[in-house]
Structures are given as structure tokens and as C-alpha cells.
């Protein structure tokens, strides 16, 4: 009779073992999806890739010139919601129903204006529909002129450097690389930074 015993206990131990090492495997398979989830939540958030136009310090800066700028509202009509809201998350103003507020310093306007970075911004979001599969622009479309001309404008009131910090942000590549390439050729002193 024990000769008979043995062998389903052994029976049972083994099919105990496989459903606990399955449930390990499972509980380990699950911290493993979890970590990952968290670390593409944490890369939606970074950028992919910026350019610096100086060396800055990341402390508040003791005089800030762009605080003595005023909040304004810009009307948002004929614009997209992705556009709308891109600028609010890059600019962390305030965004109504048909406006969004922006920052006006020195008769110049910005998207946006960290105090605590000295740092004034501007969103470029959805650019990329107006380059070719090259880059480069679409013969029919003419505002990259004026988009260069607000990138003076601006860097002409973004001063002194240091504190004063101008970082213009991309939602696509191609408008990215393009407008990185021609504010350098520039050699305005803007910061790019490719963040989708």
C-alpha cells in the first residue's frame, strides 16, 4: 500500500511545484510589464533630443528681466486642438474657451515664460505637414520666412544672456531639424528641443 502511496504523493508535490513556480513567473512577468509601462510613461514626458545654444544654470535666476513681461490672451479661433494643446503643455499658460493666454516682453510675444528658469518659450506643433519627404519645405509653402523673422524678433528682446533663456520646442521631426539647422545658421541664440 505505501508502494502505491508514494508515487501520488510525489504526484501531488510536483503538480504543487509547477503552480507555484508559474505563479512566480507570472508575478515576476508582471513587475516586469509594470516597470517597463513606467519607464514609457516617464519617455513621453522627456525629450528626444534639444539643442543647446549656451551653458545655463538650472537655479532661479536673481534677475529675470522677461518677469517684468504681462500675461495677455491670444484668440485661438481657425486653430487645432492639437496645436492648442500642445502650446498649453509647453508653455504651462492658462487656456480658456477661444483663447490661450500667451507672454507679451518687450513689445514681443512668447508662447510661454518660466520665472523660475528665466525662461521664455515658444511651440511649434504640427510643421511637419509643410516639408517635403527630404525636409525640406514644400515649394508652395512661405512661412518659414516669417517664422524666422518672429525667432529675431524674439532673440532681439530675449536679453541679457545669461539669465534670459529662449527655447523654442517641436512637436515633429522634420520641422525640428530644419528650423535647428537655420537658427544656428543664424546664430541666434535659441535653444531647440524635439518634444513629441
Same mark, same amino acid.
Given at each position: 500500500?505505501?508502494?502505491?502511496?508514494?508515487?501520488?504523493?510525489e504526484?501531488?508535490?510536483a503538480?504543487v511545484?509547477?503552480?507555484?513556480?508559474?505563479?512566480?513567473?507570472?508575478?515576476?512577468?508582471g513587475?516586469a510589464?509594470?516597470?517597463?509601462?513606467?519607464e514609457?510613461?516617464?519617455?513621453?514626458?522627456?525629450?528626444i533630443?534639444?539643442t543647446?545654444?549656451q551653458t545655463?544654470?538650472?537655479?532661479?535666476?536673481k534677475e529675470?528681466?522677461p518677469d517684468?513681461?504681462t500675461?495677455?490672451?491670444?484668440?485661438?479661433?481657425?486653430?487645432s486642438? /492639437?496645436?492648442?494643446?500642445?502650446? @498649453?503643455?509647453?508653455a504651462?499658460?492658462?487656456?480658456?474657451? &477661444?483663447?490661450?493666454? !500667451? +507672454?507679451?516682453?518687450?513689445?514681443v510675444?512668447?508662447d510661454?515664460?518660466?520665472?523660475?528658469?528665466? /525662461?521664455?518659450k515658444?511651440a511649434? @506643433?504640427k510643421?511637419d505637414?509643410?516639408?517635403?519627404?527630404? &525636409?525640406d519645405p514644400q !515649394? +508652395?509653402?512661405?512661412?518659414?520666412e516669417?517664422l524666422?523673422?518672429e525667432?529675431?524678433?524674439q532673440?532681439?528682446?530675449?536679453k541679457?544672456?545669461?539669465?534670459?533663456?529662449?527655447r523654442?520646442y517641436?512637436?515633429?521631426?522634420?520641422?525640428?531639424?530644419?528650423?535647428?539647422k537655420?537658427?544656428?545658421?543664424?546664430?541666434?541664440?535659441?535653444?531647440?528641443?524635439?518634444?513629441p
Open positions: 500500500m505505501a508502494a502505491l502511496v508514494i508515487p501520488a504523493i504526484a501531488v508535490v503538480r511545484l509547477v503552480v507555484m513556480g508559474v505563479g512566480a513567473v507570472a508575478g515576476a512577468a513587475d510589464a509594470r516597470k517597463q509601462q513606467k514609457a510613461d516617464k519617455a513621453k514626458s522627456t525629450p533630443a534639444r543647446d545654444a545655463k544654470a538650472k537655479e532661479k535666476c529675470c528681466p517684468a513681461g500675461p495677455f490672451n491670444r484668440s485661438t479661433a481657425g486653430w486642438e /492639437t496645436s492648442i494643446a500642445y502650446q @498649453a503643455r509647453i504651462g499658460l492658462p487656456v480658456g474657451s &477661444g483663447f490661450i493666454t !500667451e +507672454w507679451m516682453f518687450g513689445g510675444t512668447f510661454g515664460f518660466d520665472s523660475s528658469q528665466c /525662461t521664455l515658444e511649434k @506643433a510643421y505637414q509643410f516639408f517635403d519627404d527630404y &525636409g !515649394e +508652395w509653402w512661405k512661412g518659414d516669417p524666422l523673422a525667432a529675431s524678433r532673440s532681439a528682446v530675449a541679457p544672456i545669461p539669465p534670459v533663456q529662449l523654442w517641436f512637436m515633429q521631426p522634420m520641422s525640428y531639424r530644419f528650423f535647428s537655420a537658427l544656428a545658421s543664424m546664430r541666434l541664440p535659441i535653444e531647440t528641443v524635439f518634444y
